[in-house]
């Protein structure tokens, strides 16, 4: 055992885990911080960067990647190909993470992905009722609906009111899944294929693929707001 | 811990607020960009570090913002106070520091130091397609055992291998469980939803579940 374990101690800067502790931080910050969400955030910025945490240009740099590589276009070119071709929607529904690295787009290790496919009778519709889950490292940003208080408590309970509310009114037959996020597991709503697409390239079927319709509150794609 | 964050099911809420949202936008101002991308910076640092974080510590620590602020606050506004919580609880700053906007002094060096993990599970206790009860009662910290679904029951749809249990990985303690995907139908979870045609699908670890 080292003699001065209790000095390096100090120096480790370990989470303590103590939820009150927690508790009573947020309750000092919310009450002493400026009101202002852009102020507060200037404030953790600075003091990040004068204390050696975070070089002056790393958020910069970091944006600037974020938004060359990661965005929903990824997912809507994963499900054009899936669309065009057998063998590739086979393996995107076994194994979405290497379907996704297949087609060019890496996943952080360790990050899980599920595919779920619409048909004639069956809708997706994808939530995180405990926080606001999302493939973020694959398809970017959740759209600020999908982090809202009101989509996360009503998708589970009314999904049927949440879908109308979204222009999408279902059909008797059609059973509702909604998928819950609760897991490190993320989920992907695969939509069905527009009719009259038959000859259309990868790169057209992609630009029909909205972000909502890869988290289910969107189910019909319109190919006449598309380019051939 | 049962804290606000746990809505799922929850009435008396509106319509969907912010359904016109640009695909091409990710960020609606400067600041959440810039508050987004500092939480994925830092988190690198943690990780690193061996400070003892993980994401479901981080979820915990955005479940401890106080309820009322919690329901009011801007999403990206709640992973900045939480991620100066996490650092005043490190000890490497103070709140007087974020107040004022600057620092006053310098942390030493980190000291790295593993997370402590545990021995692999046992074999998977459920078969795809057994009927199983969401337990009623969770005493853990922190779960993803979501309040609508305790004490209901389902069908094991998917096993999906040993996964790190969220319950203890937030208190620091790397431990994998088995991992099922349970399908709930919707009569079974809500009194006005019988004769619908819907279904909730949850990931649930082994310690969540009973056999039915």
Request: with cysteine.
């Amino acid at each position: 055992m080292d003699p001065h374990a209790s000095d390096n101690t100090a120096k480790i800067h370990r989470d303590s885990h103590a939820s009150d502790k927690i508790g009573e931080i947020h309750r000092e910050l919310h009450s002493d911080l400026p009101p202002e969400p852009a102020l507060r955030a200037k404030a953790l910025e600075s003091v990040l960067v004068e204390k050696g945490l975070l070089p002056l240009d790393a958020v910069d740099n970091w944006l600037e990647n974020f938004a060359e590589k990661i965005g929903p276009k990824n997912g809507a070119t994963v499900i054009a190909r899936a669309w065009r071709d057998p063998e590739f929607r086979a393996l995107l529904e076994a194994d979405a993470i290497e379907a996704f690295r297949t087609a060019g787009f890496e996943a952080r290790a360790g990050a899980d992905l599920r595919a779920v496919f619409n048909t004639p009778t069956i809708h997706n519709l994808v939530v995180c009722t405990l926080c606001s889950c999302y493939p973020l490292g694959l398809i970017g940003m959740s759209p600020a609906w999908y982090k809202s208080a009101e989509y996360r408590a009503r998708a589970v309970r009314d999904p049927h009111g949440v879908l109308r509310e979204f222009g999408v009114e279902l059909d008797a037959d059609i059973e509702i899944r909604v998928w819950d996020s609760t897991s490190e597991r993320r989920y992907i709503v695969v939509p069905e294929r527009p009719p009259g697409t038959q000859d259309w390239s990868e790169e057209a079927l992609a630009g029909l693929v909205t972000r909502n319709a890869m988290i289910g509150t969107q189910r019909d794609l319109r190919p006449n707001t598309g380019t051939a | 811990m049962d804290t606000i964050h746990d809505l799922g099911g929850r009435e008396g809420f509106g319509p969907i607020r912010w359904q016109e949202d640009d695909d091409n936008k990710p960020f609606h101002d400067p600041w959440q960009a810039r508050t987004w991308a500092m939480c994925m910076l830092i988190f690198g640092e943690f990780r690193k570090g061996h400070t003892g974080w993980t994401l479901d510590w981080t979820r915990h620590v955005i479940e401890r913002i106080a309820p009322a602020d919690y329901l009011a606050m801007n999403y990206f506004d709640k992973w900045c106070q939480h991620l100066m919580a996490i650092l005043i609880d490190q000890g490497v700053a103070e709140i007087k520091e974020f107040v004022e906007g600057h620092s006053r002094w310098n942390p030493p060096e980190r000291v790295p130091t593993p997370l402590s993990a545990s021995a692999e599970p046992a074999a998977a206790k459920y078969a795809v397609g057994d009927a199983v009860f969401a337990k009623r009662d969770i005493v853990s910290m922190h779960t993803r055992l979501p309040a609508y679904v305790r004490g209901r029951k389902g069908v094991v749809h998917t096993y999906n291998g040993p996964e790190i249990l969220a319950d203890a990985s937030a208190a620091g303690d790397i431990r994998k469980e088995p991992l099922y995907t349970v399908r709930f139908e919707a009569a079974a979870l809500w009194p006005e939803a019988i004769g619908r045609r819907a279904a909730v699908y949850l990931d649930l670890w082994e310690s969540y579940l009973e056999s039915a």
